[in-house]
């Protein structure tokens, strides 16, 4: 344990007078309260512990161990100004920060009033907004890249004040539910386990941190095992320490994270090298697992008895207490009193958390959505202003979906100092002086959707990120946090994967596992679809239905310029997240094109569009089908009189289904058609809701026209036969309307 490192002849003051004895600058009131904590965090799992034998909490996952490194950082960093991104064994750390051992037992327990959740989440999971603790969620590593999207959040604001206040504006828009607080100095904190640290989305982190100089601070907590598996089996060389040391602008330390003087002591320099701005720190903290993984994990099964004596030695819990002792901080009466003080608050933390009531079963829904701000409402209904005439009177040229596009994105840039871009080749430079010495014209975007962009508002808000689709998506989550409004680009559907967990567990859960206590409401526009002769398998995937299947995630996909605009902008504004499809196919067609429609125009969600009238079949489609259904819709009115009423859905999730039955109860017959293959895609959930809720009204089965269950191949002769084609609509709608 770290002692004193301040010379003896130095403890005198000027006066003569004793100055109080400083352990790396804490005194010794510090450490009786660091002990408080550690004491604290031990006996909270033990209490866990001992209720999940009596199955009266239903999981446990304990800090036991970490309790050293933890306590240290709660010291070095400031609740409520910093912010924490911490792990499930950070018990310790939130404590420090101000969490009450009742509020842990309350998740515990799993009860309405853990104000982690509200039962949602299991225990170790924190989420405290006041205190700046982040919801964290199981995923090994998906918080890291968030950390790091925060820290980008704080310094936004600090660089862009004005972006910060809620404006008076006319409309309504996701800042009235987002407040901010920033301070310009403030460290993100985040930590992760020695196993997480070969998770990709960590090195996507260290890589971000490093190149953009942000002020986080990683902490790995190095127990030498991830679950059964040792460091040395994990990380190649067996030190993390040594494997990161390459990475710029970092400021490292290594440390013996049983002992919170030394960890403390490592913890400041890290802080400081953050806070005056020099970039990130890392803090490799070597530490004990006593516990074994978690309750449903037994260590005996792979570790010896002799490993597991000889990191007993080193326990923090015992280790701090006999240090104590030993500089005469407290005496045995004092740690006893300490102690039993801790045990009668636990105790009535405990009979207290054991009487809360548990969520009402009906309350599940609740913040899947923002409660604040509903996209389908008229607020977001808005109506296109009437186009400018020429002088010479003709009818101006429409304006294609890519031109509308990026117009929406301009628009909402000048209205809302919010809202920044980000994503692989977006930005129109990023070495800006060739654009400054008008060297090169810019890029904007292998599509050039965001072309201009930079040039207008600056590398602040539009650049290029790494090749890195988590750590797009993943950072964006973090800036949302914290009240910036990320409107970001995944180049190619087909590249979206890495960035799924992301997705998945974090971006669309994160308001609903919180309890409505953090929400992130990013926009992520991403390229999709097929009918690109030559796009094959990477270029040309669509897949909406794996991300229908998500919910808290609205999903949207226009088929033509004034709908990607009215539909763009209800995104921005809007206070979900939302994946906005845009089909490659559909940017510069002809099909579709229109005037602008002003820099409010707004469509809601969940509303369908009827594209052609009719009454003898309804047919349910949307993206780049809809031109292609249009068109086998008017050959067969031509040729056989059929009157098909075409419906383009523009938004999947939420979907129209009042327009849906209201056609089909008046046709009687339904096709859902899609670009997708044909099983388990978007199309099967259009026809079992058709079979459920209006199977009376039907003459016909119900039919889906789909790409075959195959990918995209490259041969344009290929790509005909796998994705559905005019003729084949054709022929299914001529089918179904004799049946
Ligand atoms: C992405 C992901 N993969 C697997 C798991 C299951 N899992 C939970 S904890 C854990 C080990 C983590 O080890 P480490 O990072 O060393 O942290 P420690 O528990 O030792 O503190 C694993 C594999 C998970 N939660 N998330
Ligand atoms: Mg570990």
Same mark, same amino acid.
């Given at each position: 344990m770290?002692t004193?490192?301040?010379?003896p ?6 006066n003569?007078?004793?100055k109080p004895k400083?352990y790396e ?5 510090q450490?009786?309260q660091?002990?408080r904590v550690m004491y604290?965090?031990?006996r ?10 009596q199955?009266k909490?239903?999981f446990?996952? %304990? ?6 490194i933890?306590v240290?950082a709660?010291?070095a960093l400031?609740s ?5 991104y911490?792990y499930?064994?950070d ?10 051992p009742?509020?842990?037992f309350?998740q515990g327990?799993?009860?309405a009033s853990?104000?982690s ?5 299991m225990?170790?999971h924190?989420?405290?907004?006041s205190l700046?603790?982040v919801t964290q969620s199981?995923?090994?590593?998906s918080?890291i890249?968030q ?8 310094r936004?604001?600090a *660089?862009?004040?004005k972006?910060a206040?809620v404006?008076? %504006?006319t409309f ?14 403030e460290?993100?904190y985040?930590s992760?386990g ?7 989305e960590?090195?996507?982190a260290?890589n971000?941190?490093a ?7 990683f902490?790995?907590q190095d127990n030498?095992?991830a &679950?059964?598996?040792?460091?040395e089996?994990q990380t !190649?060389?067996?030190s993390i320490?040594?494997?990161v040391s390459g990475f710029?602008n ?8 049983t002992d919170?003087?030394?960890?403390y002591a490592?913890f400041?320099?890290a ?5 005056e701005g020099?970039?990130p720190?890392?803090?490799h903290?070597?530490v004990? *697992?006593?516990y074994?993984?978690?309750?449903s994990d037994d260590?005996?099964?792979y ?5 597991r004596e000889?990191d !007993?030695?080193?326990d ?8 104590l002792?030993?500089?005469g901080?407290?005496d045995e009466?004092?740690?006893?009193q ?6 009668a608050?636990l105790q009535?933390a ?5 009487e809360a009531l548990p969520?009402a079963?009906?309350s599940?829904t ?12 008229s607020?977001f209904d808005?109506q296109?202003v ?10 101006p040229?429409g304006k294609?979906?890519?031109?509308l596009?990026t117009?929406t ?9 919010r &809202?920044?871009i ?6 129109d ?7 400054k010495r008008?060297?090169v014209?810019?890029k904007?975007g ?5 072309f ?7 590398p602040?808000r ?6 890195a689709?988590a !750590?797009?998506?993943?950072?964006a ?13 995944i180049?190619?559907f087909d590249?979206?994967?890495?960035a799924?967990?992301?997705i998945?567990?974090?971006l669309?859960v994160i308001r609903w596992?919180s309890?409505?206590?953090?929400s992130c409401?990013v926009? &992520?526009r991403?390229? &999709?679809?097929g009918?690109?002769?030559?796009g094959a398998i990477y ?6 239905s794996?991300?229908t299947?998500i919910?808290?995630l609205r999903v949207?996909?226009?088929?033509n310029?004034q709908?990607?605009a009215g539909?763009? *902008?209800?995104?921005i504004r809007?206070?979900?997240p939302?994946?906005?499809?845009e089909?490659k196919?559909?940017? *510069?067609e002809?099909?579709?094109?229109a005037?602008?429609?002003g820099p409010?125009y707004m469509?809601?969600?969940g ?6 009238p ?13 031109p292609?259904?249009?068109?086998a819709a008017?050959?067969?009115?031509r ?8 419906i383009d859905?523009r ?8 327009t849906?039955?209201a056609s089909? !109860?008046?046709?009687n017959?339904?096709l ?9 895609g978007?199309?099967a959930e259009i ?6 809720q209006?199977f009376?009204?039907?003459?016909a089965?119900v039919r889906r026209?789909?790409?075959k269950d195959?990918?995209?191949?490259y ?6 036969a796998?994705?559905?084609?005019p003729?084949d609509?054709f022929?299914?709608m001529k ?5």
């Open positions: 770290a004193t490192k301040t010379d002849k130095l403890a005198l003051a000027a003569g007078a004793k400083l600058g804490l005194t010794r009131e450490l009786i660091a002990y604290t965090s031990r909270v799992d033990d209490r866990e512990i001992l209720l999940k034998r199955q909490i239903y446990q996952m %304990s800090g036991a161990g970490h309790e050293g933890g240290a709660g010291l400031k409520g100004y910093d912010w924490f911490p499930y064994r018990r310790a750390l939130c404590l420090a920060l101000g969490v009450k009742y509020d842990m309350l327990v799993g009860a853990d104000p959740s509200g039962g949602r989440q225990p170790s924190w989420s405290y907004p700046h603790i199981s995923p090994t590593g918080q890249l950390a790091v999207g925060c820290a980008e959040g704080g936004y604001f *660089r862009h004040p972006a206040p404006p008076a %504006s309504v828009d996701y800042r009235q539910f987002k407040n901010v607080s920033f301070q310009g100095n460290v993100t985040v992760l020695d196993g997480t640290s070969s998770e990709g960590f090195w996507e260290m971000a941190a190149l953009e100089k942000l002020a986080v601070v902490c790995v030498g095992y &679950i059964s598996v040792p460091v089996v !190649a060389g067996g320490s040594r494997l710029p970092f400021h490292f330390e290594e440390v013996d994270g919170p003087v030394a960890s490592a400041d320099r802080v400081r090298h953050c806070r020099h970039g720190a890392f803090v903290a070597h004990i *697992r006593p074994s993984h978690s309750l260590e005996r099964l570790r010896p008895d002799a490993e000889r !007993a030695q080193r923090p819990v015992t280790r701090t207490q006999m240090f002792l030993r500089e901080i407290l009466k004092g740690i006893n300490l102690e039993k003080e801790v045990e608050e009535a405990v009979d207290l958390a054991l969520p079963p009906e599940i609740k913040f899947v959505y923002s409660p604040d701000l509903d996209p389908t409402s607020v808005t296109p009437a186009p400018e005439v020429p002088a010479d009177g003709k009818k040229a294609t979906m890519a031109d596009i117009t994105l301009r628009d909402e840039m000048r209205r809302d100092d &809202i920044i980000f994503g692989e080749d977006v930005a430079c990023s070495r800006e002086e060739y654009l008008k060297l014209k810019g904007g292998v599509f050039k959707l965001t201009g962009l930079q040039n207008e508002f600056g602040d539009v650049f290029n990120a790494p090749l689709e !750590a797009i998506v993943g950072r989550t973090g800036m949302a946090t914290r009240g910036l409004k990320p409107v970001v680009e180049q190619f590249y979206i994967w890495p799924m967990m992301q998945r567990d974090e669309s596992r309890n409505n206590g953090f409401p926009v &992520i991403v390229a &999709i679809g009918y690109l002769t030559g270029h040309s995937q669509c897949g909406e794996v991300f299947h919910p808290g949207v996909f226009p088929s310029s709908d990607a539909l763009l *902008r209800t995104a809007c206070d979900d939302v994946l906005f499809l089909h196919r559909l940017y *510069r002809s099909f579709g094109r005037a602008y429609p409010d469509i809601p969600f509303k369908a569009k009827i594209v052609h009719g009454t003898d079949l309804t047919v349910i489609t949307y993206g780049a089908v809809v292609r259904a249009l068109q008017q050959k067969l009115e040729e056989q009189g059929v009157k098909v009423e075409l859905l938004c999947l999730n939420p979907f129209d289904w009042d849906i039955a089909v !109860a008046k046709t017959r339904a859902v058609a899609y670009e997708d293959t044909l099983s388990w978007y199309g026809a079992a809701r058709l079979a459920d209006l009376d009204k039907l003459d089965p026209v789909a790409a195959v990918f995209v191949a041969q344009p002769i290929l790509e005909d796998i994705l559905p084609q003729n609509l022929l299914a089918e179904l309307s004799e049946y």
